[in-house]
């Protein structure tokens, strides 16, 4: 019997239902009709659709190197050192007073719980990060190979990640709304990028305009060069921050920094790009100002670099690359820090 | 006298065109032919389309709408008084409810006009528009007439005995060919006469369109489509053998050959001159799936009828027809439709299919006028999708209710009945499909239309359809951008 052969299941015949891909049929000619999945009930079911199984997840890390394992050692070393001596302490507390010891080992044991908390949240956000990396990955794998059904879990994965998000439930109910609809791989990560990353970019520019803004107007106004040092960099770690809670990474202490090392890294790579599609940009825009006024050029520079930092966290954050969106280039966000300082001293 | 004629129907039509143009400028109009041999689901399309623009369906890719730049959209007054209304309201009726069924096929030209209020984003024209769309139905077999335009009778005759006589044809055609053996061409005229050859060859062309040989390259077009001419003289001819002998006067040959030009200059030409040559977008659908049922023959004869249906679309500039009609449309799209009695997986190769067929038209022919895209789509899905498990094997199949008599694999439904349907994969090769050696096993099945769905409040949602934003877009996207 040709396997291929055209045929109908009657529904009423088959042991109607849902089955998974890897049970074991129950006799050599059983049927079963599964519906193709909705989107609804892959949420249901697993709350979170694991994608720990592609491969870029686990591409970083897990290699061995003098530095981590000095790092390792000293850490044990402390935390023998930390936990011996609060070991002691409270054991020459108990000596003195039952009572005084009793609370002592009480809140040692809360030390121990918030500690362990704390870094199960470091961990999360890693892991939220390195998720929201492995998506962009995919996507652009998606995009290549057609293959509809894993876009439909893909973009039931990312509706998830914003599931927390109320400003995203419109996005989500179209998307839920279009996922048992025939679309092609491509349109769906595009209608998805347009209707529910959109929003977050618009929100994200916006920030990183203002940012930029701050920063050159505190700069012009700074009386020393090591406030505006300051100012600058606590705003591009400001920035980085809120622009990474928009794409929905919510990093802790760890995750932010793994945040600030692909930053330098996208930074490091885009900076000579940057410079080059907006050098006349930059060259006017900062020779204008600081022929205008040495404190004035200062400050559209520093814009200048708050602007670009923030791009680069857009970059790094977005969980798809830009395609069915335009990428956001500077003059988008620093377009205006430069018409502005060209424009006040003309009027002042 | 031909040449004569010609340049009075260019300035005709160039007076015209201005006049349109002065007219566009003031309240753009868009006019969309849609076009297909029968049962290619032209009705059904239409009637999806108007329907999901005008109660804001799911159109995801259809960029004005996902945008939320389309304020209103409401059916208004045809322009052509002549033409008959498409009955958009009662193919609505006809598919909801329990006794649902697909509406009456197209049997003539028909039009309907929708008002689209929109806001432009293009950054010259921005703010509110108003885009009127003249949606023009006619069956795709009015277009096999184009090559007979330049054809004389005899050479019709000739041509129409040799294609009975080919193998796929030669059994559909015996009662023909056995009416005119017994018929005299150069004997005395009679009505009677022309009426049996003509209803002989009538039959002959209607039974190699039925299942199961559904063939497609049946010229003359209104033979099967007669649209409101039914009976008249001038569709009451039939091809004969001449031989190579003169034909006297008042012979039936001679009648036939009046009539024959009647057809040409009261029936076809008038089409081509006052309705396609003034349209703007045209969408070709084309039903692959029932040849695919009925064999390589079939494929191989719709391709043959696509090339003329073609030739339509790239009438080169020194030709005869070329100075009676210069058709100026702008973007054909070729629809490969029914997509939803497949699982979404093959879709890319039915698609391919349909891309090969066009593609080798085209190559065919020198020059490409219009902007050209090949789509599989639905415009209303009756099914959704499966995975079957038989045994060690899975199938990927689609859920519906099968029409009443529709069968497969020995199986017959009674239009009740829900089942999963697999019908076989399409070949990864699409040239696979139209080779005769291929022997492809496949049956697609037809199902009944979809109940509809309703939400909370009763009303009815966005119909299910399969790529029919996309067809939008390539159709009238730039003009709504």
Redesign the interface.
């Known amino acids: 019997m ?11 015949e ?1 042991e109607n239902g849902n ?1 998974s ?1 890897e049970d074991k ?1 129950a006799s ?9 999945r909705s989107l609804e009930s892959e949420l249901a079911e697993t709350g979170d659709p694991d994608l720990s199984l592609s491969p870029a997840v686990g591409a970083r890390g897990g290699r061995l190197s003098f530095g981590n394992v000095l790092a390792f050692a000293l850490s044990g070393l402390a935390l023998i050192g930390l936990s011996t001596a609060i070991e002691r302490g409270i054991a020459s507390l108990f000596d003195q007073n039952a009572w005084l010891g009793g609370v002592a080992s009480a809140l040692a044991a809360l030390a121990g719980l918030a500690l362990l908390g704390l870094l199960g949240r470091e961990a999360l956000s890693i892991w939220r990060q390195r998720r929201i990396t492995a998506m962009r990955k995919e996507a652009t794998q998606l995009r290549e190979n ?1 293959d ?1 059904l894993a876009a439909r879990t893909f973009v039931a994965a990312l509706a998830n990640l914003y599931a927390h998000r109320p400003e995203t439930a419109r996005a989500r109910a ?1 998307l839920a ?2 996922d ?5 791989p491509a ?1 769906r990560l ?2 998805a990028e ?1 209707e529910l990353i959109l929003p977050l970019d618009i929100e994200a520019r916006r920030l990183v305009a203002a940012s930029a803004q701050r920063v050159s107007i505190v700069t012009a106004l700074a009386p020393r060069a090591v406030f505006d040092v300051l100012f600058v960099a606590g705003q591009s770690l400001w920035l980085v921050r809120r622009v990474s809670e928009i794409y929905g990474s919510r990093p802790g202490f760890l995750g932010f920094l793994a945040i600030i090392r692909r930053v330098l890294s996208y930074l490091a790579i885009t900076g000579g790009m940057a410079v080059g599609d907006s050098l006349v940009q930059q060259v006017l825009g900062h020779g204008i100002a600081s022929r205008l006024s040495a404190k004035l050029g200062e400050g559209v520079l520093n814009g200048l670099l708050t602007a670009r930092v923030g791009l680069a966290t857009i970059e790094a954050c977005r969980p798809l690359p830009f395609v069915a969106v335009p990428a956001p280039k500077l003059s988008d966000v620093a377009g205006a820090l430069i018409r502005k300082s060209v424009a006040k001293p003309k009027g002042g | 006298m031909m040449a004569a004629l010609g340049a009075y129907q260019e300035a005709l039509l160039a007076a015209r065109s201005a006049a349109q143009a002065a007219a566009n400028w003031w309240s753009p109009r868009l006019r969309l032919g849609v076009t297909g041999l029968t049962r290619s689901g032209k009705t059904i399309f239409i009637t999806a389309l108007v329907r999901a623009l005008v109660a804001g369906g799911r159109l995801p890719m259809f960029a004005a709408q996902a945008q939320g730049r389309i304020s209103a959209v409401r059916l208004t007054f045809q322009p052509d008084d002549a033409v008959a209304r498409f009955p958009y309201e009662e193919n609505l009726a006809a598919m909801r409810g329990p006794d649902r069924r697909w509406p009456d096929s197209t049997r003539r030209i028909s039009e309907l006009s929708i008002e689209i209020d929109y806001e432009s984003a293009a950054s010259w024209f921005r703010g509110a528009r108003r885009l009127t769309l003249d949606i023009v139905d006619y069956p795709g077999e009015w277009l096999l007439d184009l090559p007979l335009l330049e054809q004389s009778y005899a050479e019709f005759s000739r041509m129409s005995v040799a294609a009975a006589r080919e193998p796929a044809r030669i059994s559909l055609s015996a009662e023909w060919r056995a009416v005119m053996a017994g018929i005299d061409p150069r004997g005395a005229a009679s009505d009677a006469q022309a009426t049996k050859a003509a209803d002989a060859f009538r039959r002959y062309l209607l039974a190699a369109r039925a299942e199961p040989h559904a063939l497609s390259l049946l010229p003359p077009g209104r033979f099967l489509m007669p649209g409101d001419l039914e009976g008249s003289p001038a569709l009451t001819f039939a091809p004969l053998e001449l031989g190579e002998a003169a034909v006297p006067r008042d012979s039936l040959a001679d009648l036939m050959e009046r009539r024959f030009e009647a057809y040409k200059n009261h029936v076809a030409l008038p089409f081509f001159r006052d309705h396609f040559a003034r349209l703007d977008r045209q969408i070709v659908l084309v039903d692959l799936l029932t040849p695919l049922n009925a064999g390589a023959g079939a494929v191989a004869d719709l391709e043959a009828a696509l090339d003329h249906v073609l030739a339509a679309f790239r009438v080169g500039r020194n030709s005869l027809l070329s100075t009676l009609f210069a058709p100026r449309i702008e973007r054909v799209l070729f629809a490969a439709t029914k997509a939803d009695l497949l699982h979404h997986t093959s879709h890319d190769r039915l698609q391919a299919i349909l891309g090969l067929l066009v593609e080798r038209a085209f190559r065919r022919s020198r020059e490409r006028g219009a902007k050209t895209d090949v789509l599989a789509l639905s415009a209303l899905r009756s099914t959704h999708e499966a995975t079957v498990r038989e045994g060690r094997s899975m199938l990927a199949a689609v859920i519906g209710v099968p029409e009443a008599g529709e069968k497969i694999d020995g199986e017959e439904f009674d239009g009740t009945a829900e089942a999963a349907i697999y019908p076989g994969d399409l070949p990864q090769d699409p040239k696979a499909a139209l080779d005769a050696k291929g022997g492809l096993d496949l049956r697609f099945v037809r199902f009944r239309p979809p109940l509809v769905e309703k939400d909370g409040l009763g009303k009815i949602r966005g119909a299910p359809h399969i790529r029919l934003d996309r067809a939008l877009e390539f159709l009238m996207g730039d003009r709504l951008a």
Not at chain 1, 28 to 36: G, K, L, Q, S
């Open positions: 040709a396997s291929n052969r055209p045929r109908a299941f009657r529904l009423h088959a089955f891909l049929p050599r000619n059983a049927v079963a009709i599964a519906p193709d057609r509809a179209l709304e279009l048992r609809d025939v679309l092609d349109d595009a209608v347009r």
